[in-house]
Every structure is written in structure tokens, then in C-alpha cells.
């Protein structure tokens, strides 16, 4: 690259002096600059014959101009060229970050229902503030939720091929420990990032709906899977209504917890106009209470978890497998229909309604 | 004195370490015993901090359960911060552990634990005995 460059410049300097291009591959760059001079020196007393004739002080006064400028032209070309340079480098290194973002978000449709928005960009973010908990946890509970799936099938299979006692028992079990698995889970993630965990956008669009601190609501599920234990005895109806209360009333107590810490949060942030500077004071005050939300959730989960397995002990292994069998199915079928709604065609909502 | 301290020191100093190990044993002691005298006052104590609020959620939950409980601000006590230390050798941890509640002069624990309980359903008979809820 080097070795033509003086050769444009000599170039420019005069239509008397071509050069061939064969010339250019062969000549060092330092034999090229001193012939570009030597002839440059040849030059200039053409140029300037009307001024200064063949006065030797002018002369050297002129080489010495143009030399300098020859010089401040090679630097600002070497300067553009390097810049040029590492503009091309930026673009190859975010041509390959964009083909992994579309395969990354390729994947992650072909899984579809189960991480519905969650590549919402606010949580990606640029490559270099990727959370890698985030990341981790979007993969395993895809895994969590197709598992899911497998062990309804198992539930399905035992009660139609009249499995025994203890055979239900152990499938019981298994399903209990994979929802052990899943609170586990949402607490590493809790640790990465405790407002994408209860912000609940690794969860359907549907799902959200029903969010209460990162996940559902105790209370709400056992009504859900109320119907599907009957019959039971009466001391199974006095300890699932006494459970329902005791899970509402816990709910409302961390509900009420967490509306002051946001109160709390929305006053730290109260920007006094008079005193607008030291707002870095205010922020560590703020980033200490997002460690009361990692309290929250834990206890939310903890809740979840108690009632998940209280109801499992007043229950019989028969009615607590087909418990687990609704609570999976119900799952399930949100899942579904979230899949359906957001996969409506939309001609159905662009198209006018023409009112007569 | 000083140089008396420092000879002292200096001759003996086995017996100086010895000295400040029961002077802190004991510290510890009255702080347990105070502990225990605030737990005994009343059916349900819980031990707070009026910016926390898992301690506010606590306090609400025994509110809707009509239950009144006696509570101390630790942070606005002078002994709040011994007291916290205390609480936390009585739960075996070393991080913050507000709120701690005491039923009938008994540990119960940090907000799982009674959630645990309350769940299980072992709170409310708790509570009779205590005398914090009649029927």
C-alpha cells in the first residue's frame, strides 16, 4: 500500500513526470520517495520560472515548503487509511454479532410459548451488559417447562393405566421435587437480577396477567384445584379452608410490605429542585432497598413452596396426583392460549369496521 | 495506672485476655436477660426497624389476623444495636435479621419461619396458647 503512495503524489505534482504501473510493485518506498524528490527538485524551477528564475536560496526555500507539505500529505493519507481500517473492523465485529443475535432469537421462537417476550431488548442490552444469570435461567426454564410437559404425560399414563399406590406416590414426588427445582432456579436468578425475575417477563404474556411478586398467587392455584380433589372428608375441607386463609392472609402481608418499599423507592428518587446536586447519595440509598426486593420474592417463593407441600401432606397420594395433574394442565393450556392470541392473524384487528 | 495496665499486660498477658473474655460474657449475659425480660412482657413481641419493610409486612400480617402485638424499633433505641447483635446469636446467623418475633416468651423466628408455620397451620393454636387470640 505504502509503495504507491508517493507515486500519486508525484503524480499530482506534474503531468511530465508518468510514471508506469509496472514500476510500483518493484521500487522500496524509501527508493521511490528519493526519486519523487530528485525529480521533484528537477521540477520545480519549471513552476516558478516567472518569479524567482534559477535563484539558488529560493529554490531550497521551496523544496523545503513542499517537502513539508509532501510530508503533512503522506501523514493525513496514512491517518485516513488507518482510520478507514478500523471503521471495516467494526463492521465485520458487528456483522457477527448480529448473525448471532438472529440465531439466538431463532432458537429461542422455535421454543416459542415458553419464553414468549422474553428477548424484550431492555433485558439483552447491548453484548457487554448481557447477564449471564439471565441468560442461564431463560435456557433452564425452557428446559423446566418441555420437563413439565413430560411429567403431566406421566400423570396422564398412571391414572390411566391404574398404576398402584406406590407407583403414584413416586411420580407425586418426582413432580414436587421438579417444582423444588423451578424455586431454586428462580432464586439464582433472583441473585443475577432480582427486577427481570419479578417483572415476570421470562413467562408468557398471559401468564402475566396473573402475576403476583414474580409468580402466582398460592391461594388463587389452590381454588383452581379445588374442584378436581373431590370428594374429600370433612377434616380435609376445615384444613385446605384453614390453608386458603392462611395463604391469603400471608399474601396481603407481603403485598402491603412491598407498597412501602415502592413508596419508599418513589421518595428516595423525589428530586428536590432547590438542591438538584448529591443525587449519588440518593442512588446507593435506592440500589440498598432492590435487596429488600430480593426479600420479597424469596419469601413469595418460600409461601409457594409451603403451600405446595402442606397441601400435599392433607391430601391422599390419589387426590394429590391429580392436583398436580390440574395445576400442570392449567399451565399448560395458559400456555396454549397464549400462543393462539399472539399468533391471531392481523388483517382481523388492521381492518376497518364500517358502522352504517 | 496506665503503666500498671501495660506491666500488667506485659507480665501476664494470658490472664488480661482472660479478663476481657469474661467482661464480654457477661455484657452478653445482661443482654440476653434483657432480651428475655421484653420477650416475657407480652404475648407477641416483634423486634423491628421502622425503614424495614419486611418488618412492616410482619406487622400487618398479625394485624389482619387481629392479633396486637408489642413492637420494638431497634433503630430507635439506644441498645437497638446490641440487641440486634443478641437476636442474631439467638437465630445462629450472621446477617440482618429483623423483624424476630417472640410468642409467649418464645423464639419463633425470622418471617419464614412464621410464614412456615402459618401455613402449616401451627400459628393460630400457638397464638391461643399465648393468649394473643381468642376465638
Not at chain 1, 83 to 107: D, F, N, P, W
Not at chain 1, 242 to 271: C, I, N, P
Not at chain 1, 273 to 281: D, I, M, Q, S, V
Not at chain 1, 284 to 306: M, N, P, Y
Request: charged content about 20%.
Amino acid at each position: 500500500m505504502d509503495i504507491y503512495e508517493p507515486f500519486q503524489q508525484v503524480s499530482m505534482w506534474g503531468d511530465s513526470f508518468k510514471v508506469e504501473g509496472g514500476l510500483n510493485s518493484i521500487a522500496s518506498p524509501m527508493l521511490l520517495v528519493n526519486t519523487s524528490m530528485e525529480n521533484k527538485s528537477e521540477f520545480i524551477p519549471h513552476e516558478p520560472r516567472d518569479s524567482s528564475g534559477a535563484d539558488q536560496e529560493t529554490t531550497n526555500k521551496d523544496d523545503s515548503k513542499v517537502l513539508r507539505r509532501l510530508a503533512q500529505n503522506r501523514e493525513a493519507a496514512r491517518k485516513s487509511r488507518l482510520r478507514k481500517k478500523a471503521y471495516v473492523q467494526q463492521l465485520e465485529t458487528s456483522r457477527l454479532k448480529l448473525m448471532q443475535l438472529e440465531i439466538e432469537i431463532g432458537r429461542a421462537r422455535k421454543q416459542g410459548m415458553y419464553t414468549g417476550n422474553a428477548l424484550d431488548t431492555s433485558f439483552m442490552g447491548s453484548s457487554e451488559t448481557i447477564n449471564p444469570g439471565v441468560v442461564a435461567f431463560e435456557i433452564e426454564y425452557g428446559n423446566w417447562v418441555e420437563e413439565q410437559h413430560r411429567w403431566n404425560e406421566e400423570l396422564r399414563n398412571a391414572f390411566q393405566t391404574n398404576a398402584s399406590e406406590v407407583q403414584l406416590h413416586l411420580v407425586v414426588q418426582s413432580v414436587l421435587n421438579h417444582y423444588s427445582d423451578l424455586f431454586r432456579m428462580k432464586a439464582d436468578a433472583a441473585k443475577a437480577d432480582v427486577l427481570y425475575l419479578i417483572s415476570g417477563v421470562w413467562k408468557t404474556s398471559l401468564e402475566r396477567l396473573f402475576l403476583w411478586i414474580g409468580g402466582s398467587r398460592p391461594s388463587q392455584l389452590l381454588n383452581l384445584i379445588l374442584p378436581q380433589l373431590e370428594p374429600l372428608t370433612d377434616q380435609q375441607i376445615a384444613s385446605i379452608n384453614k390453608l386458603r386463609l392462611s395463604s391469603q392472609q400471608a399474601e396481603d402481608a407481603l403485598s402491603q410490605g412491598l407498597d412501602k418499599l415502592q413508596q419508599s423507592l418513589v421518595q428516595d428518587m423525589a428530586v428536590d429542585p432547590l438542591t438538584a446536586a448529591n443525587h449519588g447519595f440518593q442512588m446507593a440509598i435506592a440500589l440498598e432497598k432492590f435487596e429488600g426486593l430480593e426479600g420479597f420474592v424469596s419469601q413469595a417463593d418460600h409461601l409457594r413452596q409451603q403451600t405446595l407441600i402442606h397441601m400435599s401432606r392433607i391430601l391422599s397420594t390419589h387426590q394429590a396426583a391429580r392436583g398436580l395433574l390440574a395445576l400442570g394442565e392449567y399451565f399448560h393450556r395458559l400456555r396454549t392460549l397464549c400462543s393462539l392470541w399472539t399468533s391471531r392473524p392481523c388483517d382481523s384487528i388492521m381492518s376497518p369496521k364500517i358502522t352504517p | 495506672m496506665n503503666q500498671e495496665s501495660v506491666m500488667h499486660y506485659q507480665v501476664d498477658p494470658w490472664n488480661y485476655y482472660m479478663m476481657r473474655v469474661r467482661r464480654r460474657r457477661m455484657e452478653e449475659e445482661d443482654e440476653m436477660e434483657r432480651v428475655m425480660r421484653i420477650v416475657s412482657e407480652s404475648a407477641v413481641v416483634i423486634f423491628s426497624s421502622s425503614s424495614c419493610c419486611m418488618c412492616h409486612a410482619m406487622k400487618s400480617l398479625f394485624c389482619g389476623m387481629g392479633v396486637n402485638t408489642m413492637v420494638h424499633e431497634l433503630d430507635q433505641d439506644s441498645k437497638g444495636k446490641q440487641m440486634e447483635k443478641t437476636l442474631m446469636r439467638l437465630l445462629a446467623t450472621n446477617s440482618t435479621t429483623l423483624p424476630v418475633v417472640f410468642i409467649g416468651g418464645k423464639l419463633v423466628g425470622s418471617m419464614d419461619t412464621l410464614l412456615a408455620f402459618h401455613v402449616n397451620g401451627s400459628l393460630v393454636p400457638l397464638l391461643k396458647q399465648a393468649g394473643a387470640l381468642w376465638l
